[in-house]
């Protein structure tokens, strides 16, 4: 039998992927700031630096968003109930099984 697509695609392990591209490109972003205004002469270089890190910031963001999308209707269409076998039990529920040394008179 085949599972669930939620149980298939590890959405998880994209999300973090994404977060973390996310976090670099804005932390990138922020030198280039702080960088590309202190140096002169070279602006051109971080200019061009600056917009490939928005992309990667815009791309890693939409990606962030989509997974997180597919994410919850892949759970609202494939079911989260458990469909398994029950858990066993720990302890007998059997009525008197708590009775015993105990003297019936």
């Not at 670099?24 to 280039?32: D, E, F, K, R, S």
């Not at 061009?48 to 890693?60: F, G, H, K, N, T």
């Amino acid at each position: 039998m085949q599972q669930p697509l939620a149980s298939r695609i590890p959405f998880a392990k994209i999300m973090v992927i994404l977060a973390v591209t996310f976090g670099i490109a804005l932390g990138l972003c922020g030198m280039t700031a702080v960088f590309g205004s202190s140096s002169h002469g070279s602006g051109d270089m971080f200019g061009s630096l600056a917009v490939i890190e928005l992309i990667v910031m815009l791309l890693s963001a939409a990606g962030l968003i989509l997974t997180a999308i597919v994410w919850v209707i892949a759970i609202i269409i494939g079911g989260s109930g458990n469909k398994g076998a029950a858990p066993p039990k720990l302890f007998d529920d059997k009525p008197g099984s708590g009775d015993q040394g105990v003297d019936k008179k």
